[in-house]
C-alpha cells in the first residue's frame, strides 16, 4: 500500500523541490497543501505532467481548524511542514498532526522553533507519532556528518560550520526569516562559555574548494543548543553567507542599522533586498557549499582535526535543504518508523541515505580530509 505524504507549501521554493522528488516515488501517493487555489492547482498540473503518479491536493489554511480532520479524511501518514517562515510561527501543524495521529517533520532552521519542539513530547509519545523539527541543512545533514566520522574522535572540542549559498535568490519568506535576527545577540559557545555575537555581523572570508573565497556573517541556527550536548564541544561557531559578496555586504548593513536603531523593522528591507538579489543573480558562480569543521582529541589521545565540505553546482543548492525530508519520506516508506516524541531531527537520516535522496552525484559532491592525512 503506497505511503500517503502531504506538503504544506507544496507550490513554495523549497516545498516545489520536495514534492518534484516524491511525485516520482512509486510508493508514495503525494498531496500538495496551500492557501492559494491557482498556484496549487498550477503545480498539480505541472506534476501530473511529469509523473506516472497522480498527485493530489487540499486547499485550505493548515494553521486552521480544519487542518486536523483534513488528514483524517485523506489518511496521510507523514506531514512536511514548508511554510516558513518559521520564526515566530506557533506549533499548529505539528499539534494538528498529533491530533490526527499523523507523523511530522518541518524545515525549519529556527533555533527556538527546532529547539523548542520538545514542548510538544509527551502529547506525541501518548499519540504514537514522531513529531521531527528542523529536518533540513542544519541540523539533520550536519549533525549526520559529524556522526559519520564521530568514531575517530576520543574527544570533540570545537565545532566551526557554515553555509555559503549561490547567488540564487530563495523565495521572500526566507529571506524574511534569515534577516530576523539581523544584529541581534545570538548566543554560541567559546570555550566552555556563553557569549554573545551579533547577527549577519563579523564578516569574515573563507576559502572555500571549487568556489574561491566567500565572505560569511553570523547566522543562528540549532545546532548552536543541540551540538554542545551531543558531542560534548567547547567552541561552537556558525556563520552564512550570500554567493555575492554584494549581498553579504548588504546583509551586514542592514544588521548593523539594526543593531544601533537606524531600521526598526527587517522585514521590509528584506522584500527591498530580496528584489536586489533577483537582479544580481545572474552574476553568480550557481556554486554552494556547506563546510564543517571539527577539533579535538583522535582515539589515540593525540590532535585530530576534521574538515568537510558539501558542495553543490549549477544551483543545487537548494536541494540540500529540501531533501532531508525526502530521505526520511523514502525511509519511512520502506517500512521504517521513528521513534514516537517531539525532538529536533538528529540521528535518523545517513548521509548516504541523504545524498540518495538528492541523487545528483554531478553535482553535489562530499569531501572528508582529516589533520593526520586519512579519509
Partial sequence: ???RVMVVGGYGNFGSIVCRHLALMADVELVLS????????????????????????????????????????????LVVHTGGPFQGQSYAVAESCIDAGVNYC??????????GIDVLDARAKQAGVAILSGCSSVPTLSSAIIDEQRQRFSRIDSIEH???SSAKMPGLSTIEGVLAYAGKPIKQLKNGKVHEVSGWLDLTLRKMPQMGTRL??????????????????????????????LGGIANGLLAQALK??????????AGRLHRLGLRFERFGDGKSAMYIDVQGLG??????????????LNDKGPEIPSCAAVALATKMASG????????????????????????????????????????
Avoid at 44 to 71: I, P
Avoid at 261 to 267: N, T, Y
Fill in 34 to 77: 496551500g492557501r492559494d487555489p491557482r498556484k496549487l492547482q498550477n503545480k498539480l498540473d505541472e506534476l501530473n505532467r511529469h509523473s506516472a503518479n497522480v498527485c493530489a491536493g487540499w486547499c485550505g489554511d493548515a494553521m486552521g481548524g480544519e487542518f486536523k480532520s483534513a488528514l483524517r479524511a485523506l489518511n496521510i501518514q
Fill in 336 to 375: 521504517y518508523v521513528p521513534a514516537a516524541g517531539a525532538r529536533p531531527c538528529v540521528g535518523e537520516i545517513s548521509v548516504a541515505e541523504y545524498m540518495a535522496a538528492i541523487n545528483d552525484p554531478a553535482n553535489l559532491s562530499l569531501i572528508v580530509n582529516f589533520s593526520d592525512g586519512q579519509r
Fill in 216 to 245: 560569511l556573517a553570523n547566522v543562528d541556527v540549532p545546532d548552536m543548543d543541540i551540538f554542545a550536548s551531543r558531542y560534548g564541544a567547547q567552541t561552537l561557531k556558525f556563520k552564512a553567507g550570500a554567493g555575492l559578496k
Fill in 260 to 269: 544601533v536603531g537606524l531600521v526598526r523593522d527587517h522585514a521590509l528591507w
Fill in 162 to 164: 557554515g553555509i555559503s
Fill in 106 to 115: 518541518d524545515l525549519a532552521d529556527c533555533r527556538t522553533f527546532v529547539n
Fill in 299 to 312: 582515539v589515540d589521545g593525540k590532535p585530530l582535526s576534521m574538515t568537510a565540505q558539501l558542495t553543490a
Fill in 1 to 3: 500500500m503506497p505511503f
